[in-house]
């Protein structure tokens, strides 16, 4: 597989491409139905990086929360004026196991595409959610102690940020994913990097992803840096990504964060481990390449193309809810 200097990533949202390709086969359609000349065409377009985004399991819990918000709802409607309910189909990031959904193929209808972009010269990234899991995820009834829990005050004074939540026999108050400058996300319950045993399995489960995959993408990845993670919890975390970076030999590793992490990012990885970022109005790419240096990261619209030297071009957009199957998207030509 060649090794470009300077690569060039394609972000492409699986769930909606699966929908609108479901919709031409009349029938429900899996990564096995990703027309192979569409792949062609990608890598005629000069990409070297494919990044499926929202391929992994969610649940019923995290879909129903996404279909009754009110602020939400408002936004898919303002995305998509003739919304229906099969649109909503929950937010990717609300994941209930680090397996390919089951309605996209499972895991090993992703190793065949990823046999099928290798043969065409692409890699393959693929997401990590470090922060948070779906309120359904099975760790709640197994390993409830993986989350940050809360107390009936905690709950009252701050109902945007807790929520109750039955664990097997147990009637648990857990906190919701968050980023400390903002409210909760209700689709999602908070890891908390404070217990070593949630590292740990947070760690297998990054290196597992690795495994099926050319390259990682890492979502909202400063908010379990300690400092990061204290601000919003008051607990003191245990360190994850200096350990879990030095087990990436020949992968990529990267991560999205807000512009005010440069300085904290830079003060937990050397300066040959990390690119310098480019930024757009708030978030930032960081990227952890092990071997050579591929130059600064690039965020850009889905349908805008601009060539700089030394850039690894992002083509993504980011404004579509994650949460819809169904959106008005077209490829760049």
């Known amino acids: 597989m060649r090794k470009p200097k300077y690569p060039s990533l394609f972000q492409i949202n699986t769930r909606v491409w699966l929908t609108e390709i479901s919709g031409r086969l009349r029938r429900k359609a899996t990564l096995d ?78 190793k065949r595409l990823r046999e099928r972009l290798q043969k065409r010269g692409l890699n393959l990234m693929l997401d990590f959610v470090p922060n948070h899991m779906a309120p359904d995820h099975p760790w709640i009834n197994d390993h409830p102690g993986y989350f940050v829990s809360g107390t009936v005050n905690d709950l009252e004074e701050n109902p945007q940020n807790y929520t109750p939540i039955k664990s097997g026999k147990d009637d648990l108050i857990l906190a919701y994913g968050r980023d400390p400058y903002f409210s909760g996300w209700p689709d999602t319950v908070q890891l908390d990097y404070s217990n ?92 952890k390449v092990m071997r050579e240096p591929c130059g600064n990261i690039f965020m850009q619209g889905l349908i805008t193309r601009i060539s ?16 819809l199957i169904r959106v008005p998207i077209r490829l760049p030509q």
């Open 33 to 110: 139905d990703i027309p192979d000349n569409e792949l062609d065409r990608l890598a005629e377009m000069g990409f070297d990086w494919i990044w499926f985004l929202s391929v992994w399991r969610t649940g019923e819990v995290a879909r129903k929360i996404s279909r009754q918000n009110p602020a939400w709802r408002h936004d898919f409607e303002t995305t998509l004026p003739d919304l229906q309910e099969q649109d909503i189909g929950g937010s990717g990031f609300a994941i209930t196991g680090y397996n390919v959904h089951p309605d996209l193929g499972g895991d090993e209808a992703l």
């Open 308 to 323: 700089l030297p030394g850039s690894l071009k992002i083509m993504m957009n980011r404004e579509l809810p994650q949460h």
């Open 196 to 287: 070593p045993a949630t590292v740990k399995a947070m760690t297998k489960e990054l290196l597992r992803i690795s495994d099926q995959c050319d390259g990682v993408r890492c979502d909202m990845a400063m908010l379990i840096l300690p400092e990061v993670f204290e601000k919003t919890w008051g607990r003191s975390a245990q360190s994850f990504w200096p350990v879990i970076t030095k087990k990436f030999v020949t992968k990529i590793l990267i991560s999205f964060s807000w512009q005010k992490s440069i300085g904290i990012w830079n003060g937990h990885f050397s300066n040959k481990d990390l690119i310098t970022p480019m930024t757009n109005d708030f978030m930032i790419v960081y990227a």
